[in-house]
């Protein structure tokens, strides 16, 4: 594939054209290309291919903060190349222009911008991406050419203000790192590793784990001098020697020394990028290491935070459904690393570990989302044990907010159950009619003749029949008919409650999904046992530095966590 990039368009939230980059050929304008993306139903595909233009071009898409980015190809090119090229651009504007990325911070900084797209890709063809490297190219105005910008100074005094205000020191015998900015210089010597994974978990109904994955990454933070050389050494569950086994599609950044890892899985020795930095992205399959039986909540090892279970058609007429929720603590790693020189928190109350380190892992953000049928009209009843839940009409979602102070002791338990109120019929009585018996299926129209005046007659009050008794011994009218029986033998009202039971059925949820955070704790069970600092391979750091280290480790399930009803 030997095609290239011919232009990039940016769009505002109101896909307003905020910037156009030409790189080679002359492909679609904006005008053009927007209103075929638009054409397309939600959610849009990354790639779209439009044939019926001229060229035949294939649009790229992402879209971050509200804010659209399209790029164009006429010819045959690896679409995974340029998509992420887009997400590198977006790291590059939030790098130079400050997160969250605005619409209004590209339009005021269209200099910088356009240093940025020209120095990336170069006449279609992917070029520099790297921050580090970007920022040795790109001319950012500082703070002092802002300052002066507003003084009237002499134009030589100025130049020469900002000229000593960032004097160009370029030490020799340091290696160009295409990842790294030459002579960096920091006050505070700092590493810092974060490791995050998320979740995906399908439960059956009876709670049998039917998949279960992590896909974790490990950001790296460095703010040391010179050129640092760092290995960084993680361990499993089952010990290092079964790291390979455990992550699985490993992916590194360029600064990694792959043969290393090869040698010694487990190990990552590289030179980092200045500040902060994707070091490595892995996914774990977490059913290996479950060892239970179908139909157990408590037969498999898949340690989760969190335990639900719906049960529906409940009631008499089988219109409610319950959510049950366990919220199980994790008991900490008493002899993580990252109390002692790793640490990043310090010490609870009373010497206890503080929330959200290895040894007290902290619960937050819990959510219970449950979609529901389009033929669910309402919720009547919503009875939540603890929390806040509240029913979405437009979008057909129940949310349970459960916070975090309700969670106490090494499990919570929590309940919800709810009433659903099903579409209006016309063939049922029940449903056409008001609380008042008023029948809206009925037409109330009068249509008789009005009465002519006349005097009212009084009668005399008549005296009362006596009752007779029936066949079967009951009390009632002469010749009063008992009801007519169903042909199955049962009253109306019992064919009417099946009925019933039968149309709540549909109504009923189908799944509900959990989302969490869980800070100190990795569903796959992976830490960084050291982080070291090579003193004899790094150049340019001082004498006597001992950079201060930490690592936080975070779990997260944004609906993740799913179970089938």
């Known amino acids: 594939m030997t095609g290239v990039i011919e232009a990039v368009y940016i769009f505002d939230d109101n896909r307003s054209l905020i910037l156009s980059h030409t790189y080679a050929g002359r492909p679609l304008s904006a005008n053009h290309i927007l209103p075929l993306y638009l054409e397309h139903s939600a959610p849009r595909p990354n790639l779209i291919y439009l044939p019926n233009t001229s060229p035949p071009t294939l649009v790229f898409s992402l879209a971050h903060a509200n804010i659209l980015f399209l790029a164009t190809s006429s010819s045959e090119i690896e679409p995974l190349l340029v998509l992420e090229f887009l997400h590198r651009i977006v790291d590059a504007f939030e790098d130079f222009l400050g997160a969250p990325l605005l619409a209004v911070k590209i339009e005021n900084n269209y200099d910088v911008v356009a240093q940025l797209l020209t120095e990336m890709c170069d006449a279609g063809v992917i070029s520099t ?200 603590k994790i008991l900490g790693a008493p002899n993580s690393l990252s109390s002692g020189p790793l640490g990043r928190a310090g010490p609870g109350r009373l010497g206890q570990p503080a929330q959200g380190t290895p040894q007290a892992p902290a619960l937050d953000d819990l959510v219970v989302t449950i979609p529901l049928p389009a033929d669910v009209r309402n919720l009547s009843d919503i009875r939540p044990s603890r929390g806040d839940a509240s029913f979405n009409p437009g979008d057909r979602v129940l949310e349970w907010h459960i916070p975090a102070k309700e969670i106490s002791g090494p499990t919570s338990y929590f309940g919800l159950r709810c009433t659903v109120v099903g579409p209006f019929t016309q063939n049922d009585d029940d449903d056409d009619m008001e609380p008042n018996n008023f029948d809206f299926s009925n037409d109330y129209s009068y249509t008789d003749n009005y009465q002519s005046s006349a005097p009212v007659e009084t009668e005399e009050p008549k005296k009362k029949k006596k009752k007779k008794k029936t066949k079967n011994g009951a009390n009632g009218e002469a010749g009063e008919a008992a009801p007519p029986l169903s042909k199955a033998g049962g009253s109306p009202s019992d064919d009417q409650d099946t009925k019933r039971i039968a149309q709540n059925r549909i109504l009923m949820p189908t799944s509900a999904s959990v989302s969490f955070s869980v800070r100190g704790w990795l569903a796959s069970g992976l830490k960084v046992e050291s982080i070291i600092l090579d003193t004899r391979k790094s150049r340019g750091l001082g004498e006597g530095v001992k950079p201060y280290k930490g690592v936080k480790y975070l779990t997260v399930s944004k609906g993740g966590v799913e179970i089938r009803c």
């Not at 002499?154 to 900002?162: D, I, M, R, T, V």
């Not at 992590?214 to 040391?224: R, S």
């Not at 290995?231 to 792959?258: E, K, Q, Y």
């Open 129 to 328: 991406t790297e921050p580090n490297a970007l920022r040795e190219v790109v001319e950012v105005e500082g703070w002092m050419n802002k300052l002066l910008g507003s003084i009237s100074l002499p134009g030589q005094l100025k130049e020469s203000f900002a000229s000593s205000s960032t004097p160009p020191l370029i030490q020799p015998n340091i290696t160009a790192l295409p990842w790294r900015r030459a002579n960096v210089r920091h006050t505070s010597n700092e590493l810092y590793a974060d490791l995050v994974e998320t979740l995906t978990v399908t439960l059956a109904p009876s709670g049998r784990p039917l998949a279960a994955f992590a896909n974790g990454t490990i950001a790296f933070t460095c703010k040391v001098s010179g050129v640092p050389d760092i290995l960084l050494t993680l361990s499993s569950p089952s010990g290092r020697h079964n790291i390979a086994g455990v992550m699985d599609l490993p992916v590194f950044h360029p600064c990694v020394r792959l043969n290393k890892w090869k040698e010694r899985p487990g190990e990552l020795s590289f030179i980092p990028p200045d500040g902060r930095c994707i070091l490595a992205g892995y996914e774990v399959d977490l059913l290996p290491f479950t060892s239970g039986t179908a139909g157990s909540l408590t037969s498999n090892n898949l340690q989760l935070p969190v335990s639900v279970e719906v049960k529906t058609g409940l009631g008499s007429l089988g219109a409610e459904f319950e959510v049950r929720l366990q919220a199980i």
